[in-house]
């Protein structure tokens, strides 16, 4: 017979699920990398909005409109309409304006504006962590 610690869990035919413990797995622990998960978001209650930068309430409105609305514009645009910057606080145009250049500047988002219309912003796809960005066409690396 095999020796059996104290702390090793035997499990019996007969026994309820209150009885088998619970033991939280991790990636970590199964020697896998922990994932990137560029595309979750977190749900943020409404009357929290003023504790987070404008730039990021303004990237948590686009990826509401893009979910819960639909594109506005072919291609993935969102207009940056009234309504949207009421909803995250973003009413006033010269926080709005640094909060959209923030995440230009970043790499966030596109932007297209028109002179008297209204600003149309569009999020662009997360880079995939570990790849390369390829400038030209692939060459051989030895010569022949």
Same mark, same amino acid.
């Given at each position: ?7 090793? #869990? !035997? ?8 009885? !088998? ?7 970590? +622990? ?5 994932? +990137?998960? @560029? ?6 209650? /409404?009357?929290?909005? *003023? =504790? #987070? @930068?404008?730039? /990021? ?5 686009? !990826?509401?409109?893009?979910?819960? #609305? ?13 309504? =949207?910057?009421?909803? #995250? ?10 909060? &959209? ?6 790499? &966030?988002? *596109? ?16 880079? &995939? ?16």
């Amino acid at each position: 017979m095999s020796h059996t610690s104290p702390d090793d #869990f !035997i499990y019996r035919d007969d026994m309820s699920a209150d009885e !088998i413990p619970v033991e939280r797995v991790d990636l970590r +622990n199964l020697g896998l990398p922990a994932s +990137n998960r @560029p595309a979750e978001y977190t749900r943020v209650l /409404s009357a929290l909005y *003023d =504790l #987070f @930068p404008p730039a /990021s309430r303004l990237l948590l409105g686009l !990826i509401f409109a893009r979910d819960v #609305f639909g594109e506005d514009a072919p291609g993935g645009w969102t207009k940056l309409g009234r309504g =949207l910057t009421r909803r #995250f606080g973003l009413t006033d145009r010269c926080v709005r304006r640094r909060a &959209v250049a923030a995440l230009q500047r970043q790499g &966030v988002v *596109d932007v297209r504006r028109r002179k008297g219309g209204t600003t149309h912003l569009q999020l662009k796809d997360p880079p &995939v962590p570990g790849a390369q960005r390829q400038t030209g066409p692939s060459e051989p690396s030895g010569k022949s």
